[in-house]
């Protein structure tokens, strides 16, 4: 016990303590709205009292630390939900651009010009040897042509803009873990002069929230309060205050971006964040389209080859083939061509005399024949834009699920970690009267001091 | 051909009923999604008695149809009977083609939310795998309490 000078003491460090804590709470209150804030608590603490002889002699408050007041399992499940989210998302951005491609309700697409097709060769059927009818016969077929050749140029641009996508993905994580190494540097810094790093790592849980979205990831706590963030397969991107790049690399034969970390091809092995997304469009996705297009392209090329040949033409003459012949299945799409330029080469007869509509009727037959995975044109055209369509209303519905869970998880983090502004209010009032009344206790002390002076 | 103003009246009544459960089911998720579990109890009974309310009015209009025109489909019920109907009769029937698109699109618009809310709740569900994870993980730190007679100072020195 120190006498008057030691109960100054005392009152003067439960100001301090007091004014410490006001600063905490109405750093909250200023933060209430700031995203990703975590609110903060003072740790007050009893002084250690003193003994002198039979008394224990209190020693007032300190304020002991600063918490902030966070829940590492939420923060983890915000992560983890937020890249799904980002997954879902990217590819929906991707398939979404696909679909424009396949709009029947707006006209685009195949199915128009196949029925128009097969429409030219049933008008034929009815005047065989008209001129006009032969020429718009090849005008369907060409407009037949240009709508595969459109279809796959375009499927190859949206892979083009995914791959930019791409690109510019791993460059922004590149960008945030080289801040979360930064901040991360910072918060080691700061612990090891037993400060608190709230607010850095405020800042850090929002750059990994945003790394979530762009990329899955693990999250591994250090002793030192650092970070250490890998990938899926475990490719480092950050271990503490460094941060390893992704690089990206165009890979000439599949005209598609790849993904390196530290020389190791790690494209495949991602599938969360907006980058698993991508190339789940662009890997899995549209190539599938792409074939399923080459597939109807390449069976029509046959087919309709094998029933051209067998009629005669204008002339008299054996059919030829009626598109240039094409083998396999792969590109088929994109270098389907005519074969005749010439209105009298369309075999449309059957026995060879000019009237007759024999081979015309056969041709505009196929039309309902199965001709690829035992489907008609039509069939097969239809799967593969309700594929599109069901691929796109099922991510959909999942991102709709998605955003409610990750909204779910940010209120729940928001009643852990959020401020609120009515019980900041009152520990305003509480910290407020405890320092009035400190502040009380120095002027009784100042009081007694003097009337001690006087009494000298 | 009274009975087809019955029909409309039933299938309006299972289309409000639809519309509703739709809300529902949104609303409920919006209460789970804000934590809010009084009004995630509320939602639900509203959906439990939406859902019997539509098996309900699935079962007057079963009944209605086998009595009325036995072994027609629903759809056909409008277009079966248009050449013996009355004029007013035939705007019904005319009704009752359009209330059956609403219907389907209704139900339809149902059970795509319903299969939102379903996905929502199974992702949901991994919020609290991780957290019984994380206590289970705790259990085997801190021993189970003994019992309270366990504290008796005879109890201790009787080790």
């Known amino acids: 016990?120190?006498?008057?000078?030691?109960?100054?003491?005392?009152?003067?460090?439960?100001?301090?303590?007091?004014?410490?804590?006001?600063?905490?709470?109405?750093?909250?209150?200023?933060?209430?709205?700031?995203?990703?804030?975590?609110?903060?608590?003072?740790?007050?603490?009893?002084?250690?009292?003193?003994?002198?002889?039979?008394?224990l002699y209190g020693q007032g408050v300190v304020l002991q630390d600063i918490q902030s007041i966070r829940d590492p399992v939420l923060e983890l499940r915000i992560q983890q939900e937020t890249q799904t989210q980002g997954q879902i998302g990217a590819f929906l951005g991707g398939m979404n651009q696909v679909q424009s491609l396949f709009n029947e309700t707006q006209g685009v697409g195949l199915q128009g010009v196949l029925s128009q097709f097969f429409n030219s060769f049933q008008a034929l059927s009815t005047n065989p040897t008209s001129v006009p009818l032969r020429q718009g016969v090849l005008s369907a077929a060409q407009n037949l042509v240009n709508a595969f050749h459109q279809d796959s140029s375009s499927l190859t641009q949206v892979k083009n803009g995914l791959n930019q996508t791409l690109a510019q993905d791993a460059s922004q994580v590149n960008e945030l873990t080289s801040q979360i190494a930064q901040v991360d540097g910072q918060i080691s810094s700061l612990q090891g002069q037993g400060q608190n790093p709230g607010a850095l790592v405020d800042q850090r849980t929002q750059l990994v929230n945003q790394l979530s979205n762009?990329?899955?990831?693990?999250?591994?706590?250090?002793?030192?309060?650092?970070?250490?963030?890998?990938?899926?397969?475990?490719?480092?991107?950050?271990?503490?205050?460094?941060?390893?790049?992704?690089?990206?690399?165009?890979?000439?034969?599949?005209?598609?971006?790849?993904?390196?970390?530290?020389?190791?091809?790690?494209?495949?092995?991602?599938?969360?964040?907006?980058?698993?997304?991508?190339?789940?469009?662009?890997?899995?996705?549209?190539?599938?389209?792409?074939?399923?297009?080459?597939?109807?392209?390449?069976?029509?090329?046959?087919?309709?080859?094998?029933?051209?040949?067998?009629?005669?033409?204008?002339?008299?003459?054996?059919?030829?083939?009626?598109?240039?012949?094409?083998?396999?299945?792969?590109?088929?799409?994109?270098?389907?061509?005519?074969?005749?330029?010439?209105?009298?080469?369309?075999?449309?007869?059957?026995?060879?005399?000019?009237?007759?509509?024999?081979?015309?009727?056969?041709?505009?037959?196929?039309?309902?024949?199965?001709?690829?995975?035992?489907?008609?044109?039509?069939?097969?055209?239809?799967?593969?834009?309700?594929?599109?369509g069901n691929q796109i209303s099922f991510a959909n519905n999942q991102q709709q699920a998605e955003t409610a869970l990750v909204q779910q998880l940010q209120n729940q983090r928001a009643s852990v970690s959020g401020v609120s502004i009515d019980e900041e209010a009152a520990n305003l009032i509480r910290y407020q009267q405890a320092y009035q009344a400190s502040a009380q206790v120095v002027s009784v002390v100042n009081q007694l001091i003097q009337t001690t002076i006087n009494m000298a | 051909m009274t009975e087809i103003f019955k029909l409309t009246a039933l299938l309006s009544e299972r289309l409000r009923a639809l519309r509703l459960l739709s809300r529902e089911i949104a609303a409920g998720q919006d209460a789970c999604v804000g934590l809010n579990h009084e009004k995630l109890l509320g939602h639900d009974r509203q959906k439990q008695a939406l859902c019997a309310e539509v098996s309900r009015l699935d079962a007057e209009i079963a009944a209605l149809l086998r009595e009325t025109a036995p072994g027609v489909a629903l759809r056909d019920f409008g277009s079966r009977f248009t050449a013996s109907l009355a004029p007013e009769e035939s705007a019904a029937a005319a009704n009752l083609d359009r209330l059956l698109e609403d219907s389907e699109a209704a139900r339809l618009e149902a059970g795509r939310l319903n299969r939102v809310y379903e996905d929502f709740l199974r992702r949901s569900r991994n919020t609290v795998s991780v957290l019984m994870n994380v206590v289970s993980h705790c259990a085997g730190i801190y021993t189970a309490p003994r019992p309270a007679n366990a504290y008796a100072p005879s109890t201790e020195r009787s080790y």
Request: proline share 4%; aromatic share 6%.
């Open chain 1, 1 to 55: 016990m120190g006498g008057l000078f030691g109960t100054l003491g005392i009152a003067t460090n439960a100001l301090m303590a007091d004014q410490g804590a006001l600063e905490v709470t109405s750093n909250n209150i200023a933060n209430a709205n700031t995203p990703g804030y975590t609110r903060e608590r003072p740790d007050l603490a009893e002084q250690t009292p003193i003994h002198l002889g039979p008394l």
């Open chain 1, 214 to 388: 762009l990329i899955g990831l693990s999250v591994t706590n250090n002793v030192s309060g650092t970070y250490t963030l890998t990938t899926e397969n475990g490719s480092l991107l950050v271990v503490g205050n460094q941060n390893f790049n992704l690089q990206t690399q165009l890979d000439g034969a599949s005209g598609t971006e790849h993904i390196y970390s530290q020389g190791n091809d790690i494209t495949s092995s991602i599938t969360k964040g907006a980058l698993g997304g991508l190339i789940q469009a662009r890997d899995q996705a549209i190539p599938a389209v792409q074939n399923s297009l080459d597939s109807l392209a390449a069976g029509l090329i046959g087919t309709f080859n094998t029933q051209h040949a067998a009629g005669f033409d204008l002339a008299g003459n054996a059919g030829g083939n009626f598109f240039t012949p094409f083998a396999g299945t792969a590109g088929a799409a994109a270098q389907i061509s005519l074969a005749i330029t010439d209105p009298s080469k369309i075999a449309a007869s059957a026995d060879g005399t000019p009237g007759s509509n024999g081979n015309a009727l056969a041709l505009a037959a196929i039309q309902s024949q199965p001709i690829v995975s035992g489907q008609d044109v039509t069939d097969y055209y239809s799967n593969l834009v309700n594929s599109v």
